[in-house]
T-cell receptor
Framework: GAVVSQHPSWVICKSGTSVKIECRSLDFQATTMFWYRQFPKQSLMLMATSNEGSKATYEQGVEKDKFLINHASLTLSTLTVTSAHPEDSSFYIC???????????FGPGTRLTVT | SQELEQSPQSLIVQEGKNLTINCTSSKTLYGLYWYKQKYGEGLIFLMMLQKGGEEKSHEKITAKLDEKKQQSSLHITASQPSHAGIYLCGADRNNDMRFGAGTRLTVKP
């Protein structure tokens, strides 16, 4: 199977600090990784799409400078929430795909709480 | 407005009953994904459809993509409480990924 892990699974941080979330494809090479955000009882919102070795493509309304995405290798993508605020508290999910149109495999998610 | 229309928004069924969830796009899709999610947990990928007329089944769940590749239906046969959750459709429109608003399914024992 294709396994995607996320670390940490949950994190609590203070307002104004930065938090990094890792997304790893454990047994396959992921050309493309996606980052999503979910609000309670709402659907997912795609934040950005990243291809290995190139800059991420952000969705409209997502602040590039606040949500830094790096996809430096075929098995690792990171999302850094800079200067976090309580409104950034959410459930962040990544997914990985071998190619742009191939099946996506989802990580278990990371719950971020900003106090 | 949602570019992917999912219906119904919520659904309550008695255990053992069949149900259908629909996902409609105004544009032709390169791929249509169905996921299930329980609130606070990660998504579970159910299946992906790419070809017009394609149909796939996983246990008691069957998904179809119409010939025009603009509408998909997810059918659950003999629903069980374990089927409860939010069902999402997601569409790949050639370098543009979109999700429906989700259908919240409740199965009453």
């Amino acid at each position: 199977g294709a396994v995607v892990s996320q670390h940490p699974s949950w994190v609590i941080c203070k307002s104004g600090t930065s938090v990094k979330i890792e997304c790893r494809s454990l047994d396959f090479q992921a050309t493309t990784m996606f980052w999503y955000r979910q609000f309670p009882k709402q659907s997912l919102m795609l934040m950005a799409t990243s291809n290995e070795g190139s800059k991420a493509t952000y969705e409209q309304g997502v602040e590039k400078d606040k949500f830094l995405i790096n996809h430096a290798s075929l098995t690792l993508s990171t999302l850094t929430v800079t200067s976090a605020h309580p409104e950034d508290s959410s459930f962040y999910i990544c997914s990985a795909s071998r190619t742009r149109t191939y099946e996506q495999y989802f990580g278990p998610g990371t719950r971020l709480t900003v106090t | 407005s949602q570019e992917l229309e999912q219906s119904p928004q919520s659904l309550i069924v008695q255990e053992g009953k069949n149900l259908t969830i629909n996902c409609t796009s105004s544009k032709t899709l390169y791929g249509l994904y169905w996921y299930k999610q329980k609130y606070g947990e990660g998504l579970i990928f159910l299946m992906m459809l790419q070809k017009g007329g394609e149909e796939k089944s996983h246990e008691k769940i069957t998904a179809k993509l119409d010939e025009k590749k603009q509408q998909s239906s997810l059918h659950i046969t003999a629903s069980q409480p374990s089927h409860a959750g939010i069902y999402l459709c997601g569409a790949d429109r050639n370098n543009d990924m979109r999700f429906g608003a989700g259908t919240r399914l409740t199965v009453k024992p």
